[in-house]
């Protein structure tokens, strides 16, 4: 099978690899489609630790094609979603059901530091494969897994019902927060510095979502945001001077070196709690499969491309070293969510 590998900082290739053995309580899936992640961009920026040679991707729907003994949960044929949060299920932090943040992970971090699904199969425990439903096609299925990730930070920023929420950064993560908000009847500003994003996610997002620049929805008159959620990993130094009384940060994007720096006396004197919350827990991602039935999720995939066509999905989500194509850190994106697709095409 052909598969994308991380060779170094700033290198992908295109190799040849063997089609995984499928282990006792794993099945073997054909992979349908891979969503490219920030987490993929940031390996290759050098902003996310990964093993070399490994495959990348993690967000993978596809087709068991066999199980290995003792997996009797899916059968060949099952369309299915990969949960690549795989944990031990003994350590300390699994036992006191925080499974996201396995204190055992190294080695089981899909497309980081094991082989992950940008490849025609991926070997999965058979405990971390959802059927999809009918309704649910790959296209939005692909989806699934940062709509996990998405509600768990959610639940975390508790939201009420006639909040004003800022979401900052219009990337699939953004989207999907403000798409799962006004849903639910939350107020939504999205603020996003990239012109090309911006621009997308107003065509793509209900009308009811504002799509400002930061300095805009940072505007004096604006109201206060209740619940700020940060998915671009650079919390924004004064925002907690910005924030509601009893409103709540949520920092959702990271990267190695990301530091902030934060004015205590508003989280003091506001009363403002300043949240992780990290990836999600097994019950969330089965919550994602459910809610895909109803979320448009696919409205967020902007290109389909053969997986062989990497570099050119990679180069549309500004993969590339900050200042070299003259676009300014962080800008440049020409894509909201990109699929790779090993079978070279995917129904609508
Ligand atoms: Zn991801
Ligand atoms: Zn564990």
């Not at 794993?26 to 489609?33: D, F, H, N, P, R």
């Not at 400002?212 to 109201?223: I, N, V």
């Not at 004015?263 to 097994?282: D, F, K, N, S």
Request: hydrophobic share 45%; net charge neutral.
């Amino acid at each position: 099978m052909k598969a994308v590998v991380f060779e170094d900082v700033g290198l992908a290739g295109f190799h040849d690899r063997a089609v995984p053995a499928c282990d006792v309580g794993e099945v073997l899936v054909e992979v349908a489609a891979t969503g490219i992640c920030g987490t993929d961009r940031a390996i290759l920026l050098g902003e996310f630790p990964a093993t070399r040679g490994v495959v990348l991707g993690h967000e993978a729907v596809g087709t068991v094609a066999a199980t290995g003994p003792g997996a009797g949960s899916v059968a060949p044929g099952d369309r299915v979603v990969v949960n690549p949060t795989y944990h031990c299920g003994r350590c300390r932090p699994c036992r006191r059901g925080l499974p996201a943040h396995c204190a055992a992970k190294a080695g089981r971090e899909v497309g980081v530091d094991r082989d992950g699904t940008m490849a025609g199969f991926v070997a999965v425990p058979e405990h971390f494969v959802h059927r999809l439903p009918g309704s649910v096609s790959y296209r939005r299925g692909a989806l699934v897994e940062p709509l996990a990730c998405v509600l768990n930070n959610l639940r975390a920023a508790r939201p009420r019902w006639d909040d004003q929420v800022l979401v900052v950064g219009a990337g699939p993560i953004g989207a999907l927060c403000a798409m799962v908000l006004a849903r639910r009847g939350s107020r939504v500003t999205l603020a996003e510095h990239d012109p090309g994003r911006a621009e997308i996610a107003r065509l793509l997002l209900p009308r009811t979502v504002r799509v400002l620049g930061p300095e805009e929805a940072a505007e004096p008159g604006r109201p206060a945001p209740d619940v700020v959620i940060d998915t671009t990993g650079s919390l924004p130094g004064g925002v907690l001077g910005t924030v509601a009384a009893g409103g709540t940060v949520v920092v959702m994007g990271e990267r190695e070196a990301g530091v902030a720096t934060v004015r205590l006396r508003p989280l003091v004197t506001g009363g403002i709690r300043l949240v992780g919350a990290g990836p999600y827990r097994p019950a969330d991602f089965e919550l994602a499969v459910d809610l895909a039935q109803d979320l448009p999720l696919e409205e967020l995939v902007t290109h389909v491309l053969p997986l062989e066509r990497y570099a050119e999905a990679l180069a549309m989500l500004a993969v590339v070293p900050a200042g070299t194509d003259g676009a300014a850190p962080g800008c440049g994106y020409r894509a909201m969510k990109v699929l790779l697709t090993p079978g070279g095409s995917l129904a609508p």
